[in-house]
């Protein structure tokens, strides 16, 4: 069984603070996206990556997939009251499969 | 979520009811997901649909729950005698077959009292 540990688990910042989180797995992804998902809503999709070492930058999130593919992360620069959310990760195990693998989340306060 | 309209949004029942959640596709994806989200918890495959081919159901928690999907309209998820734990929020989502990528409804948030 393939899974995605997220981290933080919570993180409650002020506006303005930069921040990091992370998806890791011991397991091997063909590729990895991000949904931000917002209370009441279905989770919506930011970005996808596919090649090791990949970044992606999306306005103010910088997002990267690990050389090995085995984990990602994502960065927001001054954060917004807006950016306020649950970040999941979801991994593909193979090309062409249709099964996704998600993380737990990682729940993201932003205090104005 | 764009393309995806799912209802009820809101749905308590008694234990020991039956539910029926609804999916219906706006735009015309192949591929339908059913995912569960317990509070505070990630998401939870429940069932795949792809085209004609014979759904994967690997992961319904047990018989209680079932899912139809005629061709590429309304999916509907049955879930029999519920119970407390099965409390949650269903989501139905659209795939794109060659990313992968996942376009969600709002959910059914059920609750069993």
């Known amino acids: 069984t393939q899974l995605l540990e997220q981290s933080p688990q919570f993180l409650s910042i002020q506006e303005g603070e930069n921040l990091t989180v992370y998806c890791n797995s011991s397991s091997v992804f063909s590729s990895l996206q991000w949904y931000r998902q917002e209370p009441g809503e279905g989770p919506v999709l930011l970005v996808t990556?596919?090649?090791?070492?990949e970044v992606k930058k999306l306005k103010r999130l910088t997002f990267q997939f690990g050389d090995a593919r085995k984990d990602s992360s994502l960065h927001i620069t001054a954060a917004q009251p807006g950016d306020t959310g649950l970040y999941l990760c979801?991994?593909?195990?193979?090309?062409?499969?249709?099964?996704?693998?998600f993380g737990k989340g990682t729940k993201l306060s932003v205090i104005p | 979520g764009a393309g995806v309209s799912q209802s009820p949004s809101n749905k308590v029942t008694e234990k020991g009811k039956d539910v029926e959640l609804r999916c219906d596709p706006i735009?015309?994806?192949?591929?339908l997901y059913w995912y569960r989200q317990r509070l505070g918890q990630g998401l939870e495959f429940l069932i795949y649909f792809q085209g004609n081919s014979a759904p994967d159901k690997s992961g319904l928690p047990s018989d209680r729950f079932s899912a139809e999907r005629t061709g590429e309209s309304v999916s509907t998820l049955t879930i029999q005698r519920t119970q407390q734990e099965d409390s949650a929020v269903y989501l139905c989502a659209l795939g794109e077959l060659n990313t992968g990528e996942l376009f969600f409804g709002e959910g059914s948030r059920l609750t069993v009292l």
């Open positions: 979801a991994g593909i195990a193979g090309a062409g499969s249709y099964q996704l693998t």
């Open positions: 735009s015309g994806h192949t591929a």
């Open positions: 990556v596919v090649t090791g070492g």
